[in-house]
């Protein structure tokens, strides 16, 4: 008999525990768990799991890119077709301000998230319009296909495309068609007329073509491979069915959902080059219609029947992912707005704050947060304020400056896990300002010095004085950051009650610099995380707009949309970093009345997990 080292070149490890898994290296690995008798593997496996929803329900829709830059435009509804065009990040979906020149469905579509390209469709007519994507805009391209088609296949890129097969508002059709980047040229047809169909591809002279129907309905399943000079027939699907989703290569192929059977299928296949093999795991989402991007081994899928908004990503590997999400936690015990924080979203310190119109103006209440629940502790501030710059750890914090019952303070406190301690107060009396570092080496910058005048100040703390340093480039309150003493970044604000803003800035430890802008300006705004990896969340569009719910990624260059919190609200505490956030308190309406709602922010999670083996 045949040993394992002999097959795999490696032997049975015999272990207590399980091992940590590596890399793609670790495929195949096999040990024996003394502690729970079982024989196990990291064996690599396919399966979906939920993305960020579409803004928009939409169905018959086209889609280009990758799992994490994605594209999605046309569809319906309206009946007529819509241009709408959104963006995903392998988190969440944002709209384009621009969409396509003309609206349309069923029409194809391929390329990157930065160079697309729409073909044909149904306006509800069909048409041979073409249009290419920038990353920001589309653009009409002068010569449309040769052969006007909706519910076609289409693949490659944006300078090396085809479409194939289709509807030309009478039959199924064979043709094909390649693209340059500007004109279209006719290749050789299909072996078998069909609409409804997709593909994959990289290039005009490389592709796959799989699915869709034949006059008058039948769903052979049948797929083409294409190498630039003639189709050829290969092995059929398993699952004969039209309007699938796909993603991949002619080699490495993906398809997902369709239809029949009706209403809706989640089947989903994969293709090796020779032939479709069916995966155990199907669409949490069964549907037809809608659109795919990425490849064979990290794809996503998203809109389609029933103007889904639903988004599902394809993982092939050893790892399982959970989806990105905000989630309710435990109530303050005291509401409070323009509370501040500090920690951890496990461990986390509730700092001063506003809690009611009319009622007891501020608050010196301490708590303290475990991950699911608050906890008033007997510590209180020495000195009632809200707005304070804070920064450090459930118990080792500061809080400075902030604005007391007559007006802005130069306040400084100290927290030990125990009780607050009074200490040199900052050299600029302001609040509404922000904090980021530790007890013992901290940074304030901005807020207001009252009753109006904005503040660029900043201040750094030796953990026995504050001193000043140079100022923000922009004054402003109502702002946010994230960070140590020496490497900060600030965001939002603005010169309320004038307006907000949206620019951030970034600290080295000497002076400030502007890098770009959050997507959407605001201030009243909560913030966690450092100058490289930073989360941006809720705020206020004062005046137009009470309280917001916008969520925005920082990654050390730009920002991205994130999935919204589940209450917009604005001047509220926050703890934590990107990838692990608490927001808590602050307020929702046009009134100072504070919640004492909390919710927790959790990033996508990747888990490495074990196959049992057994003998059967």
């Known amino acids: 008999m045949t040993t394992y080292n002999e097959i795999a070149g490696r032997r049975v490890n015999f272990l207590s525990s399980d091992p940590t898994y590596v890399?793609?290296?670790?495929?195949?690995?096999?040990?024996?768990?003394?502690?729970?008798?079982?024989?196990k593997s990291w064996l690599p496996t396919g399966a979906w799991?939920?993305?960020?929803?579409?803004?928009?329900?939409?169905?018959?829709?086209?889609g280009a890119g990758t799992q994490t830059a994605a594209l999605a435009f046309g569809g319906i509804p309206p009946a007529t077709g819509t241009n709408r065009t959104e963006l995903y990040n392998g988190i969440a979906w944002?709209?384009?301000?621009?969409?396509?020149?003309?609206?349309?469905?069923?029409?194809?579509?391929?390329?990157?998230?930065?160079?697309?390209?729409?073909?044909?469709?149904?306006?509800?007519?069909?048409?041979?319009?073409?249009?290419?994507?920038?990353?920001?805009?589309w653009t009409s391209n002068p010569t449309g296909l040769n052969t006007t088609r909706r519910k076609m296949g289409a693949s490659g890129i944006q300078t090396s495309g085809l479409a194939y097969g289709g509807f030309n508002g009478a039959n199924s059709v064979s043709s094909s068609e390649s693209f340059s980047g500007t004109t279209w040229t006719n290749t050789p047809s299909l072996n078998t007329a069909r609409n409804g169909l997709t593909g994959a591809?990289?290039?005009?002279?490389?592709?796959?073509?799989?699915?869709?129907?034949?006059?008058?309905?039948?769903?052979?399943?049948?797929?083409?491979?294409?190498?630039?000079?003639?189709?050829?027939?290969?092995?059929?699907?398993?699952t004969g069915r039209e309007a699938m989703g796909a993603a991949g290569t002619q080699t490495a192929a993906?398809?997902?959902?369709?239809?029949?059977?009706?209403?809706?299928?989640?089947?989903?296949?994969?293709?090796?080059?020779?032939?479709?093999t069916t995966s155990p795991t199907t669409l949490a989402t069964a549907r037809h219609s809608l659109g795919g991007a990425g490849t064979q081994t990290a794809a996503v899928g998203f809109g389609g029947s029933g103007n889904s908004t639903a988004t599902e990503e394809w993982n092939f590997g050893v790892y399982s992912y959970s989806a990105a999400a905000w989630a309710s936690g435990g109530n303050l015990n005291t509401a409070r707005g323009y509370g501040r924080g500090a920690g951890t979203q496990t461990a986390?310190?509730?700092?001063?704050?506003?809690?009611?119109?009319?009622?007891?103006?501020?608050?010196?209440?301490?708590?303290?947060?475990?991950?699911?629940?608050?906890?008033?502790?007997?510590?209180?501030?020495?000195?009632?304020?809200?707005?304070?710059?804070?920064?450090?750890?459930?118990?080792?914090?500061?809080?400075?400056?902030?604005?007391?019952?007559?007006?802005?303070?130069?306040?400084?406190e100290s927290y030990n896990g125990s009780t607050w301690t009074s200490t040199s107060s900052v050299n600029t009396a302001r609040g509404d300002l922000w904090g980021s570092g530790t007890q013992t080496a901290a940074l304030i910058f901005g807020g207001y010095v009252g009753p109006g005048p904005t503040s660029t100040a900043t201040e750094s703390w030796s953990g026995s004085s504050w001193t000043s340093v140079n100022s923000l480039n922009s004054a402003r309150r109502g702002l946010a950051g994230g960070g140590t003493q020496t490497a900060t970044i600030a965001f939002g604000g603005g010169p309320m009650p004038s307006g907000v803003g949206a620019s951030t800035e970034s600290w080295n430890g000497t002076s400030w610099t502007a890098v770009n802008s959050l997507t959407t300006a605001r201030a009243q705004i909560g913030g966690a995380g450092t100058q490289s990896l930073a989360i941006a969340f809720g705020g206020s569009l004062y005046p137009s707009t009470p309280a917001v719910a916008n969520v925005e990624s920082w990654n050390g260059t730009s920002w991205t949309n994130l999935p919204s919190m589940t209450t917009a609200r604005y001047g509220f505490g926050a703890s934590g970093n990107r990838n692990s956030t608490l927001a808590f308190g602050g307020a929702t309406g046009n009134t100072y009345d504070a919640t004492v709602a909390t919710e927790m922010w959790t990033g996508e999670i990747a888990t490495a997990g074990s196959k049992t083996l057994t003998t059967s």
Do not use: C, H
């Open 254 to 276: 993906l398809a997902f959902g369709g239809i029949p059977p009706s209403p809706a299928t989640g089947a989903t296949e994969v293709w090796n080059g020779t032939s479709w």
């Open 94 to 137: 944002t709209s384009n301000p621009t969409g396509l020149n003309t609206a349309r469905f069923q029409l194809g579509g391929f390329g990157t998230q930065t160079a697309a390209v729409a073909v044909g469709g149904g306006t509800p007519g069909e048409t041979n319009a073409t249009e290419k994507f920038n990353g920001t805009s």
């Open 49 to 62: 799991s939920s993305g960020g929803n579409l803004n928009t329900g939409t169905n018959q829709i086209a």
């Open 201 to 238: 591809g990289v290039s005009n002279t490389s592709a796959l073509a799989f699915g869709g129907a034949i006059d008058p309905g039948a769903y052979p399943g049948a797929t083409e491979s294409y190498n630039g000079s003639a189709w050829t027939t290969v092995n059929s699907m398993n």
């Open 23 to 39: 890399d793609t290296n670790s495929n195949g690995q096999v040990w024996y768990n003394s502690s729970t008798a079982t024989l």
């Open 348 to 412: 986390a310190l509730a700092i001063g704050g506003y809690p009611i119109t009319g009622g007891t103006p501020y608050v010196t209440a301490t708590e303290y947060y475990n991950g699911s629940a608050w906890t008033t502790v007997p510590a209180t501030m020495n000195t009632a304020r809200f707005g304070v710059g804070s920064a450090g750890t459930q118990t080792a914090a500061i809080a400075a400056a902030g604005v007391n019952p007559t007006g802005v303070d130069a306040a400084s």
